[in-house]
């Protein structure tokens, strides 16, 4: 098994007791799906997310690409600038995603675009996430994935390729308003940024909240120290966050463990995560 991280071994180990007896009926999973669910590292190249995907393929031109490359460049740094205040980076987060549709749409973004994505093999789930999968569906198990990708309407025929869709599994990510062609028209409504998935309450999508409401038991998974405020709004008896940090261990392990009960390291696999639910669940 890879590197994992307890930051709390006593608490760690109550927690999870309370879980037991709970079992399946009182839990439910909240995740990330960028470098969370997939790997950060496809053949030892640092692949990123979705629209890192977009940008970095020949999906659109490549005027798309610089364009695109060029947001990052100003952006990205912003978003990990340690000094810039929450407020200062969700108003920098928020002017990023607006440029970054207009930027799809102008190039005739479309459903198509989409399923190109996918089929690029650059997008891979982690080691062992067969198994997450298959010990959700034996135990009915909900998992809400709660994503900022440009591209979140890619995650479903993702989870459909892989053979991993099931009724028991619910997407809250950006999407986009079609024409009759299939072209994206505008972003629905709200944005989802890394930095808001605080204000992104499941209570906002009843259909979700129903299935999820009287599972008390959470256990979030994440990679970014932001995605820890997926619970906000929600009322739970127990909660274990998983932390996925992927690189720059070193530099910072000190922050994820404030943040995140347990940390598994390297771009690991889903064994931990698979070992931790089948003692919740047996």
């Known amino acids: 098994m890879e590197n994992i991280i307890i930051a709390n071994q006593e608490k760690f180990e109550q927690i999870k007791a309370e879980m037991k007896k709970g079992g399946a009926l009182a839990l439910h999973i909240l995740a990330d799906f960028d470098r969370t669910l997939t790997k950060t590292f496809v053949n030892q190249k640092k692949v990123g997310s979705l629209l890192t995907v977009l940008r970095e393929s020949n999906i659109l031109p490549q005027?798309?690409?610089?364009?695109s490359q060029g947001l990052f460049d100003y952006y990205h740094p912003l978003?990990?600038?340690?000094?810039?205040?929450?407020?200062?980076?969700?108003?920098?987060?928020?002017?990023?995603?607006s440029k970054a549709f207009d930027l799809m749409i102008s190039f005739g973004f479309n459903k198509i675009h989409l399923q190109k994505i996918i089929d690029t093999g650059l997008v891979e789930f982690r080691e062992k996430a067969k198994e997450f999968f298959e010990i959700l569906n034996k135990n009915d198990i909900p998992l809400v994935i709660i994503s900022a990708s440009g591209a979140g309407e890619a995650i479903g025929l993702f989870l459909k390729k892989?053979?991993?869709?099931?009724?028991?599994?619910?997407?809250?990510?950006?999407s986009f308003e079609w024409d009759k062609q299939g072209k994206a028209t505008r972003p629905k409504l709200p944005v989802i940024h890394t930095l808001i998935k605080d204000e992104i309450l499941i209570k906002e999508f009843p259909e979700i909240f129903a299935k999820v409401e009287s599972r008390k038991n959470v256990i979030l998974l994440g990679d970014n120290i932001e995605d820890g405020a997926m619970t906000e709004g929600f009322e739970y008896d127990n909660l274990i966050k998983i932390g996925f940090l992927n690189e720059k261990v070193e530099e910072n392990l000190g922050a994820y463990k404030k943040y995140f009960d347990a940390i598994i390291l390297n771009d690991g696999s889903?064994?931990?995560?698979?070992?931790?639910?089948?003692?919740i669940t047996s």
């Not at 889903?270 to 003692?279: G, P, Q, S, T």
């Open 79 to 97: 978003e990990i600038d340690g000094l810039l205040s929450k407020e200062e980076k969700k108003k920098m987060m928020a002017e990023w995603w």
């Open 162 to 174: 892989q053979g991993f869709l099931s009724d028991d599994i619910f997407v809250i990510s950006n």
């Open 270 to 279: 889903m064994d931990f995560v698979n070992k931790f639910l089948r003692e």
């Open 63 to 67: 005027e798309y690409r610089q364009k």
